[in-house]
């Protein structure tokens, strides 16, 4: 499954590349983009586990960009 989402509040281009780097070890994740300039994070996970894999998602995104939340 494939998703894209809103984000809210990354601050510049090296956040958003940091973002991408440490949500790509994320165990579960197929693939995921940060688009700076859209304020956009697009996620690709199994189906059966996406719901799972989003959690951990915004959990590393609150820990690695404390002002940055993903809009669901």
Not at 26 to 35: E, F, P, R, T
Not at 44 to 64: C, E, K, M, S
């Amino acid at each position: 499954m494939r998703k894209s989402f809103k984000l809210d509040e990354i601050d510049c281009a090296n956040c958003a590349r940091k973002l991408q780097d440490e949500l790509a070890s994320i165990d579960g994740v197929d693939a995921v983009s940060v688009n700076f300039l859209t304020q956009k994070l697009t996620l690709t996970a199994a189906d059966d586990r996406f719901d799972d894999v989003l959690q951990r998602v915004v959990a590393r995104t609150a820990q690695i960009e404390p002002d940055c939340d993903i809009v669901c």
